[in-house]
T-cell receptor, first 114, second 118 residues
Framework: KAGVTQTPRYLIKTRGQQVTLSCSPI?????VSWYQQTPGQGLQFLFE???????NKGNFPGRFSGRQFSNSRSEMNVSTLELGDSALYLC?????????????FGQGTRLTVV | AQTVTQSQPEMSVQEAETVTLSCTYD???????LFWYKQPPSRQMILVIR??????QNATENRFSVNFQKAAKSFSLKISDSQLGDAAMYFC???????????????FGQGTILTVHP
């Protein structure tokens, strides 16, 4: 069974541009969450999607948005990039239900804003 | 809001020895899950072990075990017979139980860098 796939693995963007990151969850997983990891702030929750609906949202500005498609694949978009958006962006997928609480992570997308 | 605290930024251990990583959390919920994740230099987050709050028995996975003290809100990870491959950043994480609006959200601690000396 394929794991969580994130593309691209690396990105370099210029301040002011926008970027879209993609995440393909494990087959059958309908919950997809996104996290930002930086040395200063650690791992911070961005948002979670379940069955194409945003179920949870972290404390990030509106420049950060996402969506989920009917096949559970998710995209995250950041508009008007700032230098501080440079980070590792991690996507995780999981099943629902009491017996399925683990989140499985992708390898991340390393975004550098210059 | 739930918070997770790892008070040890760095730890080191000799190969084959035992090391314990500390984690405390704060929550008003009674139904939740706790996890330890490992992040090696490859940056892939790997689940090490999980604990359901409603279970009193401490979880064990091979050389990894936890000491779950629910009343004290403490969740430490013990690594026995440490191996060079255990070297990584370790994160403690909290997830609310089913039914809560933040069900899918993981709250992470700051992480502990574990170094294993040969």
């Amino acid at each position: 069974k394929a794991g969580v796939t994130q593309t691209p693995r690396y990105l370099i963007k210029t301040r002011g541009q926008q970027v879209t990151l993609s995440c393909s969850p494990i087959s059958g997983h309908r919950s997809v969450s996104w996290y930002q990891q930086t040395p200063g702030q650690g791992l911070q929750f961005l948002f979670e999607y379940f069955s194409e609906t945003q179920r949870n949202k972290g404390n990030f500005p509106g420049r950060f948005s996402g969506r989920q498609f009917s096949n559970s694949r998710s995209e995250m978009n950041v508009s008007t990039l700032e230098l501080g958006d440079s980070a590792l962006y991690l996507c995780a997928s999981s099943l629902e239900g009491r017996g399925h609480t683990e989140a499985f992570f992708g390898q991340g997308t390393r975004l550098t804003v210059v | 809001a739930q918070t997770v605290t790892q008070s040890q930024p760095e730890m080191s251990v000799q190969e084959a020895e035992t090391v314990t990583l500390s984690c405390t959390y704060d929550t008003s919920e009674s139904d939740y899950y706790l996890f330890w994740y490992k992040q090696p230099p490859s940056r892939q987050m790997i689940l090490v072990i999980r604990q359901e709050a409603y279970k009193q028995q401490n979880a064990t996975e091979n050389r990894f075990s936890v000491n779950f003290q629910k009343a004290a809100k403490s969740f430490s990870l013990k690594i026995s017979d440490s191996q060079l491959g255990d070297a990584a950043m370790y994160f403690c994480a909290y997830r609310r139980g089913a039914g809560g609006t933040s069900y899918g959200k993981l709250t992470f601690g700051q992480g502990t860098i574990l170094t294993v000396h040969p």
